[in-house]
């Protein structure tokens, strides 16, 4: 009885092993296959891996984003060098140019200035005339001056007063107006040149120097606009003013000039007032005789 028992267990046993033994395999089996798959993605992620052991930044966003930020910082530092760089040559550039303009008008002030100095050193020689000591080269400028004349009429002022103009020596008519003692126009010299002539005569320039300075002196004691015609006009001054016999002579370059430089320049005293043929006034202080021609001071 107890052997049956025996039997059946085992049997049952066996039943019961007999039916785990096949499920214990499978179930075996499918965890080492799941090991085995783990074991080959981590074999994967370790070949992706780096020597230093960093997943491939190809295959992980994070990374990905990484590299591109990286690659974003270096290109504008690049970016930034090369700003730098232009705004370098930029600046250099315009310092030059600054430099170069800056050289430009120094020299152009340097040239105006020298211009400037020879002009009126020019001036100063054309207007330091002394009647009394020429040099020999404006003397022989007065002699070649004295060969150009023009005859007057009534109807020839504008060529008589072109022809003035073009007779003097070393200045412009302008240039005579600005540095003149005295203020005169272009009638009133005319007119000047003319009594110049009539009252000393064909003589030499320094006697009609002589006579245009008393002229002028009588024009600085009046003062004033156009104070030479004022001193020619003046009552009982000069005989010839209303006379015909001013349209009757020859102006030539030596009188343009000696009226030129007596209002340029004083070579007598400025006391030097009168002038009369053959004799002094018995009223006045003797001065000087030049060729006929008695000259007195106030």
């Known amino acids: 009885m107890l052997q049956k028992r025996l039997t059946v267990l085992s049997a049952v046993l066996l039943m019961i092993f007999g039916a785990a033994v096949p499920a214990m395999q499978q179930n075996t089996v499918i965890a080492s296959a799941a090991q085995t798959s783990e074991m080959t993605e981590e074999a994967s992620d370790a070949d992706e891996m780096d020597p230093e052991g960093f997943v491939d930044d190809e295959n992980t966003p994070q990374t990905v984003e990484a590299d591109v930020d990286d690659g974003e910082d270096e290109e504008d530092a690049i970016l930034a060098v090369e700003k730098e760089e232009k705004e ?22 340097a040239a105006q200035k020298a211009k400037e100095a020879k002009e009126a050193a020019r001036i100063k020689k054309a207007t330091n005339i002394n009647a009394k000591h020429l040099s020999k080269e404006y003397k022989k400028k007065i002699a070649k001056a004295r060969k150009k004349s023009i005859r007057v009429t009534k109807r020839n002022y504008r060529s008589r007063i072109k022809a003035e103009e073009n007779a003097l020596i070393d200045l412009s008519f302008e240039e005579l107006r600005d540095h003149a003692q005295v203020h005169f126009t272009r009638k009133s010299f005319d007119l000047m040149c003319r009594v110049v002539r009539q009252e000393a005569g064909p003589v030499s ?3 009609q120097e002589m006579v245009a300075e008393v002229i002028v002196h009588r024009a600085m004691k009046l003062g004033g606009e156009d104070s030479i015609y004022k001193a020619l006009t003046a009552k009982g001054q000069f005989s010839c003013i209303n006379s015909s016999v001013l349209y009757r002579n020859n102006i030539d370059g030596q009188i343009v000039n000696a009226c030129k430089d007596a209002l340029l320049n004083s070579s007598h005293p400025k006391s030097l007032m009168y002038f009369r043929a053959n004799y002094y006034f018995n009223w006045c202080k003797p001065y000087k005789k030049s060729e006929g021609t008695y000259f007195s001071l106030a």
């Open 88 to 109: 370098k040559a930029a600046k250099k550039l315009a310092e030059k140019k600054a430099k170069k303009a800056r050289e430009a008008r120094e020299k152009k002030l």
């Open 205 to 207: 320039y320094y006697t």
